[in-house]
């Protein structure tokens, strides 16, 4: 799926399939600001991340995030499913689990059949239903990860989650921003960047313009709302700069979004 075709769960399948079912090589590439979620269902593999070499043995898996570089070496009797995807539900489901920017494998899932699950959404797509769907089998295949592999970063997890908690409540106020979210938890700035990057993946920034947008989306539905309305009530004072973001994370404008919606 392109930056053109978005769904309307903020959780988007991008891609997905197998090492023996495609052309795409995972090799010195720079991910989007997409994850990449690697699970090895035959031999093994070794996977350099951001320059450090991980290895990745049969059931495990390995989870690349946002801007990362990554090179998986491809050796024989080798099968490795993947499944890539964004959204700012996406984030928040990455911060609950043990993965990390510097410790992206987690250990042996042993869930009999799990590999079909990367092999059922269909990508691209431009039907809303299908995309709900996708969704749906991303949410289930985290559910396991989650299950099994919880975030043990319990005190940095606290912060985490405390902000992406006030940002929901507040982010429709016009003038809210990073500053109010660390004025509220009363933590360094530039600690509060770091630690909620790695956590999530995502500027505090890029996380509330995602919050944002993703309830734009909704209200964009309701033909009532002006586009002014629509970037009023989800925050923003500049319908021009709503428009340019909302354009950034969606590859559309807030009227093309809304004329596809209707097409």
């Given amino acids: 799926m392109n930056d053109q075709a978005r769904n309307h769960v903020d959780l988007?399948?991008?891609?997905?399939?197998?090492?023996?079912?495609s052309d795409k090589l995972h090799a010195d590439t720079v991910a989007s600001s997409s994850y990449k979620l690697f699970y090895v269902s035959r031999g093994s593999c070794v996977v350099n991340v951001d320059g450090t070499d991980h290895a990745v043995e049969q059931d495990c898996s390995i989870l690349v995030f946002p801007f990362q570089?990554?090179?998986?070496?491809?050796v024989d009797n080798l099968k490795f499913l993947w499944i890539e995807f964004s959204g700012f539900t996406a984030a928040a489901m990455v911060s609950q689990l043990a993965f990390s920017r510097t410790s992206p494998t987690v250990g042996q899932l042993n869930i009999n059949g799990f590999e079909q699950f990367f092999e059922y959404p269909t990508c691209p797509t431009y039907a809303v239903h299908q995309s709900y769907r996708n969704g749906a089998v991303i949410l289930l295949i985290m559910s396991?990860?989650?299950?099994?592999?919880?975030?043990?970063?319990?005190?940095?997890?606290s912060y985490v989650f405390s902000a992406r908690s006030y940002i929901q409540d507040n982010f429709s106020n016009p003038g809210f921003n990073v500053n109010s979210v660390v004025?509220?938890?009363?933590i360094d700035r530039s600690h509060f960047y770091r630690l909620f990057k790695n956590e999530t993946g995502l500027s505090?920034?890029?996380?509330?313009?995602?919050?944002?947008?993703?309830?734009?989306e909704i209200l964009l539905s309701?033909?009532?709302?002006?586009?002014?309305?629509?970037?009023f009530s989800v925050g923003f004072t500049d319908q021009m700069y709503f428009s340019k973001v909302f354009k950034r994370l969606n590859g559309k404008t807030p009227s093309e979004f809304r004329n596809l919606m209707y097409m």
């Fill in 12 to 21: 988007i399948c991008l891609s997905c399939g197998s090492n023996l079912k």
């Fill in 69 to 74: 570089k990554y090179k998986l070496e491809q």
């Fill in 144 to 157: 396991y990860y989650l299950e099994r592999f919880p975030s043990r970063r319990k005190r940095e997890n």
């Fill in 183 to 186: 004025d509220y938890l009363k």
């Fill in 204 to 216: 505090p920034v890029d996380y509330i313009n995602r919050q944002r947008i993703s309830r734009a």
């Fill in 222 to 231: 309701n033909l009532r709302l002006s586009i002014k309305d629509v970037a």
